[in-house]
Each structure stands twice: as C-alpha cells, then as structure tokens.
C-alpha cells in the first residue's frame, strides 16, 4: 500500500485513536507533508543512498555535487562502469564505495529491475535490492519509505527512530525491536507515516537530536 495525500487524512485519525502518544505527536506536529524523493532515476537515487552511508551529510553532498559536475544529473550505470578506480577516487569515493556503485551499476545494467520495482510488495522490493553489496534491509527500507512512498514501513535499525520511540513513550534506554514492533502493531497499516512523525518530534526535542540512520 502506498501513501497518498487521498489516504493521509484516513492515516492520521487511525494512528490518533490506535495510540494515545501518536495521537499527542500529531497534536504538536499537525499536517505533517510526505518527505518523498521522486526526482531523478532510480539508480541515481540508491547510488546517492549507497555514497552517503557512514560519512557526514556535508562531505556526502560534497562528493555528490564532484560526481555530478563531471557526469551530469542523474548519474547513469555507464558513467560509474565505464570510470577507472582513480577516478572515482579522485572524486571522493573511497574504495569500498566505489566498488559498492560498480555492483549497483552491474547488477543494473544486468537486469535488476529497478523502474519496476514500484509494482512489488515490500518483501519482494528488499528481497531485490539487498543482491547488491552495499544495500542491506535499512537502506531498502528507506527506498520503500521515500522512493515508492509506501505506507506500512517499520525501519527497526533506524537510530533516530529508536532515539524518537525512547523519548515519546518515556523509555529509559533505546528500545529493541521486539518492543518497536510490539509498539507499532497497532499502528499497521500506516507505520511509515508514524515513523515520518516520530522522525519529526526529534527536531524540537531537547538534546541533540539523533541523525536518521542505520543502528549499528
């Protein structure tokens, strides 16, 4: 199921009246727009996703903005296939992640199906990205979420929504994710959306806020 602006109003007032703490998350937040990414190709967007894995959002951007001034916007398989590894290097990427783009832009050019995947369930989706060294379930998690915009997504790894879920239910510690998914339960079918809200409160939170990112 995806989340459309048709089906929001329905997902507000079922996670209002299934959970008295969304429920109080909506009150302070409001209207709360769908963060989708739908610009660009899909390869493009997971390559950005993969680059951006483990380094700051401003050295990501950084290396980003090196590919796209010598590529162009989006980035095509044939661009990363056909660069030596000096060169990717010399944009940036360390080895690691250099040979992680070449994987996405093999597997790719070979057929990963990625202009369809918007026709797969959630299962099917992750089952299809995660062939790709570099893309685990978090980050094709993350794909369903903003790519596709689907609506009943529970990233368990997310940092910043084990650090949101700890200071909206009063946690002492981070929760595990049995808890996370006994929590969510009656959040279903709409999960992505509470996730989007409780992503959200982080910003008013006392504290630094905790980055959206995989738990490690």
């Known amino acids: 199921m995806s989340l459309d602006d048709a089906a929001l109003g329905r997902a507000r007032r079922h996670l209002a009246a299934a959970d008295p703490v969304m429920a109080r998350l909506l009150r302070?937040?409001?209207?709360?727009?769908?963060?989708?990414?739908?610009?660009?190709?899909?390869?493009?967007?997971?390559?950005r996703a993969i680059l951006a894995q483990q380094i700051s959002v401003a050295a990501a951007r950084s290396i980003a903005g090196r590919i796209t001034d010598r590529y162009g916007w989006p980035w095509q398989p044939d661009h990363i296939l056909g660069a030596s590894d000096a060169e990717l290097r010399a944009l940036g990427l360390s080895r690691q992640k250099a040979g992680y783009l070449r994987d996405l832009a093999a597997h790719t050019r070979d057929g990963l199906p990625l202009e369809r995947l918007s026709r797969l369930s959630d299962e099917r989706v992750i089952e299809a990205l995660t062939v790709v060294k570099g893309i685990g379930r978090w980050t094709a998690e993350m794909y369903l979420m903003f790519r596709l915009g689907r609506g009943d997504v529970l990233p368990v790894d997310d940092l910043g929504i084990r650090s949101a879920m700890r200071r909206a239910y009063g946690m002492r510690a981070l929760p595990r994710k049995e808890r996370m998914r006994r929590i969510a339960e009656a959040w279903r079918p709409y999960r992505s959306l509470a996730c989007f809200y409780l992503w959200k409160s982080l910003d008013g939170a006392k504290g630094p806020p905790a980055p959206r990112r995989k738990s490690r």
């Open 28 to 47: 302070e937040i409001g209207k709360l727009p769908l963060p989708l990414h739908k610009g660009g190709s899909a390869f493009a967007y997971l390559a």
